[in-house]
């Protein structure tokens, strides 16, 4: 079965012998896991509130990275999980640089996502979105200037 972080240390302790069989990480190395959207329509109609949105959610990601004492807790409330499986996961998906920093943009992720997705069938092969079509690079950088400017936190720099 597949489970988040947290539930592999959970099903570890509740049932030793319990072995990852592999990570969904490495068979989707390229998967693009952190993405937001919304409508062109929506955006069309209040670019403002978008940006800041993103600038927010950028901010809430930096804040994941810098201060685990402050999120664990949170995460804990949210998830209803236990402290010791939510710090495994905590470390996992930092170390993994699981949520941007930055904007995320990575032409080669969006590509490889999408050609991921014709392959299984989720997205028809004659209906393939270009990268323009599915990132509005002017709109991340508008938000990431609001936060700041680009960083890099604990090696992570999406």
Not at 121 to 127: C, F, L, N, Q, S
């Amino acid at each position: 079965m597949a489970l988040h972080p947290e539930d592999v240390l959970l099903a570890q302790l509740q049932k030793p012998g319990t072995h990852i069989l592999v990570n969904l990480s490495d068979l989707l190395p390229l998967y693009y896991f952190n993405a937001y959207g919304v409508s062109d329509d929506f955006l069309a109609k209040d670019r403002i509130l978008v940006r800041d949105a993103v600038a927010s959610l950028i901010e809430a990601n930096r804040a994941i990275y810098q201060d685990k004492a402050k999120v664990v807790p949170i995460m804990m409330q949210a998830t209803e999980k236990p402290q010791d499986a939510v710090e495994f996961a905590y470390d996992y998906l930092t170390k993994g640089c699981i949520w941007s920093v930055n904007t995320g943009y990575v032409p080669e992720r969006t590509a490889w996502t999408v050609d991921n997705a014709i392959a299984n069938g989720d997205i028809p092969a004659d209906k393939k979105p270009t990268y323009e079509q599915i990132v509005d690079k002017s709109l991340g950088e508008e938000a990431l200037a609001q936060v700041g400017g680009a960083t890099m936190i604990n090696g992570c720099d999406l």
